[in-house]
């Protein structure tokens, strides 16, 4: 006998004797077969003493464990070898942190289940898949779709099982060695095609994932989509129904998603080639299309409808009316020209056709609108003369900034502290209120630490995964430190808890030295150095008697802190000395004007907190920072230690911070280098505002990077801080104006909403500085550093929203530059248009340097003919 087969034979007679040590030894180190060689021929009442000792000890380690391939595949053979039913294996199988290793977990799961005489395989299955989630791993979809197949069971169509599918068809299980086969014979292959391929049409969103792109060795060429193509070469098989595939990617783009979403369908479409008898068949859908549909479907559904020779003009008619109006100028164009072609085919319906082009004559657009003029007049229609496409009156009219509303009572009651603490954990971090939890939190436990503990554990277990993890590689995370901060209610005093904060206090703190906030990683913002130390400050004394709430707690919602309220509390704490974190919080919230007679009543307190606050009144708080532009460059070296430097632009304009002649920058808030800002939990960034409310420009430099990276890295989520930096108050300087121009510039609409919203809000504020806005956005641009191309739509959308004044000075500042760039950049003419639009209506006249030279050149290119307008609207103003 060898000596694995004695081992095998050893561990039966524990296993059977009572002992499960050694199983849950080969569990925890991954050995698959090991476990079901050790629980072959065990009868079914050990088999279920065993599987009680499983759950528990499972349940032990789950907290703390990965189950990855190897150890998620032992584990499930244990599983289904011990486990009396579905349910109960399903509870461990379905976590998120159980990772069996795909088919060859499901083939030894299954030998096992025959030896077993176990038959609730196809339940277990459809239970584990009710349990993904979006960041399911696609080796769980490989497992359960292995199961079904072998086990006859039908395929589980919920959207992540659809989503799961799909990225399985992308990425085969490596299970098997050797080169995977091309996408469509996977496809032909795949046992489960006919479920999911009606589900591809219905997902929301799913269209994005369609548009994968095989492997393939020439790194020079991107590849083309190879799921489309797959699907239309079986379409010519006969292995799918053509028309399936055809109604279903019509369907899907009338029904709508985002324009991303959609692009796998009309690229499906055109791997299709529809045939005229085809087109001809659904040509109401096609010409709905033309009218509603986002402008690449639109694009497509005009390109098909133009190669119909038998299309009702009545049809052509009605729906150019609609469609005229929208403002995707290619798109009008192009209509425009085919009603051209069709008056003149159609001599004796000229005149109708011509009413119809003459729609367009009010379009936004000004070469569309002057096009539509030309062509009806053409036809014999004279449309009415129309003004500008923007009215409104002279100047800005915006109504003023509502002032910042007053915060929620504190948190009082612990159902409430409960109830927050459970929204705050239950969802990724995205920037929510954090300082009133952490008030109720001091507040409550100072009066029964244990029972505030006991209330939030299973809040605490609860949490959403990504509060779970350390993200040490993420300088900006503070998750697992709030964590901590809940998990400190209720410990002693000798706890390794305290001794943790107490050890981070003393790392950031240096009595006597300058800065006293210390430097413990240069990648982290001074600011956000201070949201650490408070945190810190706060774990360590939890639970102490007498805490009646943090001294830091705004009254406001934008951050700011009323100088009379933090005088109640410093006299409500007596001889008692506040933390130092926490008074210097909140003098930070504090306004800046010195107030004499507060400062002699602070002192009158005769506590040391009393005399800073007071000398911080008289001091006038901190003082502004110089803030200087700078470009930043790529740096492949320091990309070797930081990776911000290596993903970095080859170049960015950034600012950094100085403190002012003579100023000692005590706590290092107002020295900061411009630096990349890398990380990704840039919700913490939203905090920012609200720990420094005075001092606008300061946390805008701070945040920048994070802004930059929306417009020349197409990051998410980038510029969402802006509308938060308008709220409060203070200069922003260069900074300020380098974030509108960045955010104008960002990749992701959601990023350039935000930033006309700050736009907004500090325009009417009197608090933007647009001709420096437009410099540094002509310097950007200018420089190819952003898309020019981004930037119309939402300086448009402010000027329609009241602000014409303001977009026509930012234009102004903004056009010099580019005007005199060896490359005009693309977009250019858009915005002398609506330069001109803006100038007109506003009835202001600003130089533009270099503009008379652009509009007297020879020429009837758009640049030169859009510089033309401009200048003969400012020659008329």
């Known amino acids: 006998m060898t000596r694995s087969a004695e081992s095998t034979v050893r561990r039966r007679r524990e296993l059977a004797a009572g002992g499960t040590s050694d199983l849950f030894a080969l569990v925890s180190s991954g050995d698959a077969d090991g476990v079901a060689a050790a629980l072959e021929g065990l009868p079914e009442q050990r088999r279920r003493e065993i599987g009680v000792e499983l759950t528990a000890w499972f349940k032990q380690r789950d907290r703390d464990t990965w189950w990855s ?31 069996p290793h795909g088919r060859r977990a499901a083939e030894l799961i299954r030998r096992v289940a025959q030896e077993r005489g176990v038959d609730w395989l196809v339940d277990l299955a459809h239970r584990i898949a009710a349990r993904f989630r979006q960041d399911t791993w696609v080796g ?41 086969a091309p996408v469509v014979d996977r496809l032909r292959d795949d046992p489960f095609l006919a479920t999911m391929l009606p589900r591809l049409f219905e997902v929301d969103g799913i269209g994005v994932q369609m548009m ?31 028309a399936l595939l055809f109604d279903g990617a019509i369907g899907r783009l009338l029904r709508g998603d985002r324009p991303a979403a959609l692009r796998a369908f009309t690229t499906l479409l055109d791997q299709l080639a529809p045939t005229t008898t085809e087109v001809t068949a659904r040509v109401t859908d096609y010409l709905r299309l033309l009218v509603d549909a986002p402008a690449p479907v639109a694009t497509m559904a005009q390109k098909a409808l133009r190669k119909l020779p038998e299309l009702e003009l009545e049809s052509i008619l009605d729906t150019s009316r609609q469609m005229l109006t929208r403002p995707d100028k290619t798109l009008v164009r192009t209509q425009l020209t085919w009603l051209d072609q069709l008056a003149r085919r159609h001599r004796d319906r000229a005149a109708e056709i011509a009413e119809v082009i003459a729609v367009a004559t009010e379009h936004p657009a000004v070469e569309l609108r002057e096009r539509a003029t030309d062509l009806a007049a053409r036809r014999g229609v004279e449309p009415a003369p129309v003004g500008p496409a923007l009215t409104w009156p002279r100047g800005d009219d915006l109504p003023p900034p509502a002032p910042p509303g007053p915060v929620p009572e504190p948190i009082v009651d612990l159902d409430e502290l409960t109830e927050e603490v459970a929204a705050l954990l239950g969802t990724p971090y995205q920037g929510a209120p954090l300082e009133r939890i952490l008030d109720g939190l001091v507040r409550l436990t100072a009066a029964d630490g244990p029972r505030v503990r006991a209330a939030l554990d299973p809040v605490i277990e609860r949490r959403h995964w990504s509060w779970a993890n350390e993200h040490r590689w993420d300088p900006l995370c503070l998750c697992e430190t709030v964590v901590e901060v809940f998990r400190s209610a209720g410990v002693s005093r000798t706890d390794r808890r305290r001794e943790r904060w107490e050890k981070l206090l003393t790392a950031v703190h240096r009595p006597g030295a300058t800065p006293e906030l210390a430097v413990t990683d240069p990648k982290v913002p001074p600011v956000h150095r201070l949201l650490r130390a408070r945190l810190a400050e706060i774990g360590a004394h939890l639970d102490e008697p007498g805490q009646s709430g943090l001294l830091a707690l705004p009254t406001s ?69 110089v803030i200087r532009s700078r470009t930043v460059t790529r740096d492949p070296r320091r990309g070797n230690r930081h990776w911000e430097w290596a993903y970095l632009p080859a170049e960015r304009i950034l600012v950094d911070l100085t403190p002012p002649a003579g100023t000692v920058d005590r706590y290092g808030l107002l020295t900061a280098p411009a630096t990349p800002l890398g990380g990704d939990h840039s919700g913490w960034v939203h905090l920012w505002p609200s720990l420094l409310p005075r001092h606008r420009g300061v946390v805008t430099a701070y945040a920048l990077p994070l802004v930059a990276g929306a417009a020349d890295m197409d990051e998410r989520d980038g510029a969402a801080v802006l509308p ?76 329609q929203a009241g602000a014409p004044l303001t977009v026509w000075r930012l234009l102004a500042a ?9 490359t005009p950049p693309r977009g250019l003419p858009d915005l002398l248009t609506l330069a001109a639009e803006t100038a007109t209506v506003t009835g202001v006249r600003i130089e533009v340097p270099g503009l008379s030279d652009v509009a007297g050149r020879v020429g009837s290119s758009r640049l030169v003919t859009e510089a033309r307008r401009l200048h003969k609207a400012l020659a008329e103003a």
């Open 140 to 180: 769980r979809w490989h497992f359960v779709a292995t199961l079904l197949h072998a086990e006859g069971g039908a395929p589980p169509t919920d959207d992540r099982c659809v989503q799961l599918w799909l990225t399985a068809v992308e990425s085969p299980d490596r299970f098997h060695q050797g080169q995977p």
């Open 69 to 99: 391939a190897g150890t998620g595949t032992a584990l499930a053979v244990a599983v289904v070898g011990c486990l009396p039913t579905a349910a109960q294996a399903a509870a461990i199988l379905g976590r998120p942190s159980v990772n």
């Open 814 to 822: 903004a056009l010099p530059a580019l005007l005199a760039a060896p």
């Open 724 to 799: 938060l930096l308008a709220e409060i108050e203070g200069p922003g300087g260069a900074a300020l104006d380098l974030a509108v121009a960045y955010g104008l510039s960002a990749r992701h609409g959601p990023d350039r909403v935000a930033t006309v919203d700050a736009l907004l809000t500090l325009a009417a504020a009197g608090e933007l500085d647009a001709a420096g806005t437009g410099a540094q956005l002509g310097t950007l641009a200018s420089r190819q550093l952003v898309k020019l191309t981004r930037v119309v739509e939402p300086v448009r959308d402010a000027a």
């Open 212 to 242: 994968f792109v095989a492997a393939h060795e020439n790194w020079n060429d991107p590849g083309r989509p190879a799921l489309p193509a797959a699907l239309a070469q079986l379409a010519a098989e006969d292995v799918v129904d053509r």
């Open 557 to 625: 919602t934008n951050g700011l802190l009323d100088p009379m309220a933090l005088l109640e509390r410093l006299t409500a704490l007596g001889d008692r000395e506040p933390g130092q974190w926490d008074l210097t919080q909140a003098l930070l919230r504090l306004p800046t004007e010195a107030d004499e007679t507060l400062a002699a009543k602070a002192a009158a307190l005769g506590t040391a907190a009393g005399q800073r606050f007071a000398a911080w009144l008289r001091d006038g708080g901190l003082p502004q920072p």
